[in-house]
T-cell receptor, first 115, second 118 residues
Framework: KQEVTQIPAALSVPEGENLVLNCSFT??????LQWFRQDPGKGLTSLLLIQSSQREQTSGRLNASLDKSSGRSTLYIAASQPGDSATYLC??????????????FGQGTILTVHP | DAGVIQSPRHEVTEMGQEVTLRCKPI?????LFWYRQTMMRGLELLIYFNNNVPIDDSGMPEDRFSAKMPNASFSTLKIQPSEPRDSAVYFC????????????????FGAGTRLSVL
């Protein structure tokens, strides 16, 4: 059974800090990995998608890396802002059969950036 | 584009009643997903469709749950009869062809339906 684990479960930092969120997965035969953001009472917004052939993706202050051999991904947020406060979810899609469409999610990291 | 539209946003019902959740995917997307989110189990995929055909329903918890996609612009998730343990937030998401591998098929989520079964 594929499992996705996110550490830490919660993180509180002062504004301006650089921070790293971690995601690990048990099966290295992934198809792609996505990082999502979820605000309270809202749906999920896709932040970055890394294909299995890639090692990282960048969007603005966000950088996501992927190391398939070790089963790990990190989301780096530079110069954090209070508006970054949200739950960040990692999700993995595995290759083969009907698995392409199936995202397995981690439990998320609740991030609070205080002024 | 209006994004993925779900209705209702909130639903409160009594145990034993039938509940129907609705979803309108983004125009042009031909893959549609139903997820359930709870504190205990996190976000779980229930079922997904490609070109209106169910591809994988292995996440549907039991026979009380059923999902349909009669056309490319509408899907329903029905629970009959509902039970208190079905209380959760149900999300619908859509993407371009997820089954045809391209590696870039981002899923776009609706705002969810918060279901409370008393």
């Amino acid at each position: 059974k594929q499992e996705v684990t996110q550490i830490p479960a919660a993180l509180s930092v002062p504004e301006g800090e650089n921070l790293v969120l971690n995601c690990s997965f048990t099966d290295s035969a992934i198809y792609n990995l996505q990082w999502f953001r979820q605000d309270p009472g809202k749906g999920l917004t896709s932040l970055l998608l890394i294909q299995s052939s890639q090692r990282e993706q960048t969007s603005g202050r966000l950088n996501a890396s992927l190391d398939k051999s070790s089963g790990r991904s990190t989301l780096y947020i530079a110069a954090s802002q209070p508006g970054d406060s949200a739950t960040y979810l990692c999700a993995v899609s595995y290759a083969g059969g009907t698995s392409y469409g199936k995202l397995t999610f981690g439990q998320g990291t609740i991030l609070t950036v205080h002024p | 584009d209006a994004g993925v539209i779900q209705s209702p946003r909130h639903e409160v019902t009594e145990m034993g009643q039938e509940v129907t959740l609705r979803c309108k995917p983004i125009s042009g997307h031909n893959s549609l997903f139903w997820y359930r989110q709870t504190m205990m189990r996190g976000l779980e995929l229930l079922i997904y469709f490609n070109n209106n055909v169910p591809i994988d329903d292995s996440g549907m918890p039991e026979d009380r749950f059923s999902a349909k996609m009669p056309n490319a612009s509408f899907s329903t998730l029905k629970i009959q009869p509902s039970e208190p343990r079905d209380s959760a937030v149900y999300f619908c998401a859509s993407s371009r062809d997820q089954v045809r591998p391209s590696g870039k098929n981002i899923q776009y989520f609706g705002a969810g339906t918060r279901l409370s079964v008393l």
